[in-house]
């Protein structure tokens, strides 16, 4: 069995059917919102913290948040006060190799911009090595770091998140 309620992880068809998942073409133009909720809940902080009104919920609270490409300026702002971990800002555009993801963080210690970093798929399995470009943490994030790092770019569509740096302050 797959799928977000059988694994925690989104399968395949989830993540096609989501309507926040912006298209390939929009991917390619330069930072855009990824929304992979696929679950019916009543949330929609993503909808009202969108200032450019690129992220609709609708009357019906428990409708899947939709992405209007044209309309999203990959801005992030969505990224840490989705609390649902579900939301990613990909960057297709980055350069010729590369692409830039910013993630949702909620882990200590952070990583350092510059940093080599095992960068994880959904299922938090390693993909291949990330390098960390920029660690942004705001009072407005409520404790939520953004992390944004560079991958290369045939694995866009996997990574979403990093492994776990190792805290000093504990035995391993």
């Not at 913290?49 to 999203?72: M, V, W």
């Not at 990583?111 to 960068?119: I, K, L, M, Q, S």
């Not at 390098?131 to 407005?140: C, D, F, N, S, Y």
Request: glycine content about 8%.
């Amino acid at each position: 069995m797959e799928g977000i309620i059988y694994t925690g992880v989104p399968s395949k068809e989830e993540l096609a059917a989501a309507p926040g998942v912006p298209t390939m073409e929009r991917m390619e133009k330069g930072r855009v919102a990824c929304i992979e909720c696929v679950q019916e809940i009543p949330c929609n902080p993503c909808e009202s913290i969108c200032r450019f009104g690129a992220i609709t919920i609708g009357d019906q609270i428990t409708n899947l948040p939709r992405l209007d490409g044209d309309k999203c300026t990959g801005c992030g702002l969505c990224v840490a006060n989705c609390p649902g971990l579900a939301i990613t800002v990909i960057n297709r555009a980055y350069s010729a190799d590369e692409a830039a993801i910013d993630f949702p963080f909620e882990y200590i210690p952070l990583p350092e911009p510059g940093d080599t970093v095992d960068a994880v798929n959904r299922a938090g399995e390693v993909v291949c090595r990330g390098r960390i470009v920029r660690v942004t943490k705001l009072p407005a994030y409520a404790g939520t770091a953004v992390i944004s790092m560079a991958v290369p770019k045939e694995f866009c569509d996997e990574v979403r998140s990093m492994k776990r740096l190792p805290r000093e302050d504990m035995d391993e």
